[in-house]
């Protein structure tokens, strides 16, 4: 249970824009680096390995490999310096952390493709239920 005091004071800091990404997708996240009094904006582009957090404590973890090197940076989801999180690339996993990756090495990183179907696009979820249950069963004299 969180403490409605806490969330009272958090509530004007959170984005009401937050991106809407997933554990596996590949994403650019743009950053805004000030330096001495210019601004610009950065791209940081990889595999987001894990989300955790709450609230305004929402982090995620983003890694790619620079140089043969793996680098993983860990961004706050409501950070006024992330100007942006565009998805470049849905990925299908099956866990909600990803280390396992910082073992691969090449292609081995790599993960499946999320696709959406013509027919998830074209029903609604609630027809899809329906449609899914088993015909009723018809007694022969």
């Given at each position: 249970m969180?403490?409605?005091?806490?969330?009272?004071i958090?509530?004007?800091?959170?984005?009401s824009d937050v991106p809407?990404?997933?554990?596996?997708?590949?994403?650019d996240v743009h950053t805004r680096i000030?330096?001495?009094d210019k601004e610009r904006i950065q791209v940081f582009s990889g595999t987001v390995l894990m989300r955790k957090g709450h609230g305004i404590n929402e982090t995620f973890t983003v890694r790619?490999?620079?140089?043969?090197?793996?680098v993983e940076r860990i961004f706050p989801v409501h950070s006024?310096?992330?100007?942006?999180?565009?998805?470049?690339?849905g990925g299908r996993t099956r866990r909600a952390k990803l280390f396992y990756l910082r073992d691969r090495v090449g292609k081995a990183v790599r993960l499946g493709e999320k696709h959406k179907g013509k027919r998830d696009e074209a029903q609604p979820a609630?027809?899809?239920?329906?449609?899914?249950?088993?015909?009723e069963l018809v007694?022969?004299?």
């Open positions: 969180t403490n409605q005091i806490i969330e009272a958090e509530k004007p800091h959170l984005k809407q990404f997933e554990v596996g997708d590949t994403v000030i330096e001495g790619r490999i620079v140089n043969n090197e793996g006024p310096f992330i100007a942006k999180v565009v998805v470049r690339r609630a027809q899809r239920v329906s449609n899914a249950t088993a015909p007694a022969t004299p």
